[in-house]
């Protein structure tokens, strides 16, 4: 979880807060990431993504999963990827927050 911290709480206005369930970062009123375990004690991340990365993660599967509109959800395990969770989480704040704030964020070039 400090990884997935580190990386919102450096972006404008994005702020940590306890949700219904585990933890999740805000902008605004606009939820950008929540993470939270389940019963089977793994932890997951959700996260905001465009419709067409939606159907690719949904077609990708596990670890990703679709949560439902343009929300989608990683499994948290050992082997993950924290380069490409960062680069997810930014582009899910970018979605969610307002175009003012966005242009102060220095995004990664993507990654092929």
Same mark, same amino acid.
């Given at each position: 979880?400090?990884?997935?911290?580190?990386? @919102?709480? &450096? /972006?404008?206005?994005?702020? #940590?807060? +306890?949700?219904?369930?585990?933890? *999740?970062?805000?902008?605004?009123?606009?939820?950008?990431?929540?993470?939270?375990?389940?019963?089977?004690? @793994?932890? &997951? /991340?959700?996260?905001?993504? #465009?419709? +067409?990365?939606?159907?690719?993660? *949904?077609?990708?599967?596990?670890?990703?999963?679709?949560?439902?509109?343009?929300?989608?959800?990683?499994? @948290?395990?050992? /082997?993950?990827?924290?380069? #490409?969770?960062?680069?997810?989480?930014?582009?899910?704040?970018?979605?969610?927050?307002?175009?003012?704030?966005?242009?102060?964020?220095?995004?990664?070039?993507?990654?092929?």
């Amino acid at each position: 979880m400090l990884r997935i911290r580190a990386t @919102l709480t &450096r /972006l404008p206005e994005c702020y #940590e807060e +306890d949700a219904w369930t585990g933890v *999740r970062w805000r902008v605004r009123q606009a939820t950008v990431a929540h993470v939270f375990g389940g019963e089977d004690q @793994l932890f &997951r /991340l959700t996260f905001r993504a #465009e419709p +067409d990365e939606v159907l690719a993660f *949904r077609h990708l599967g596990e670890p990703y999963f679709v949560v439902g509109g343009n929300a989608v959800g990683l499994l @948290l395990e050992q /082997l993950v990827d924290w380069e #490409e969770v960062a680069e997810l989480l930014t582009d899910s704040y970018c979605l969610q927050a307002p175009a003012r704030l966005v242009a102060l964020v220095d995004r990664p070039e993507p990654r092929d």
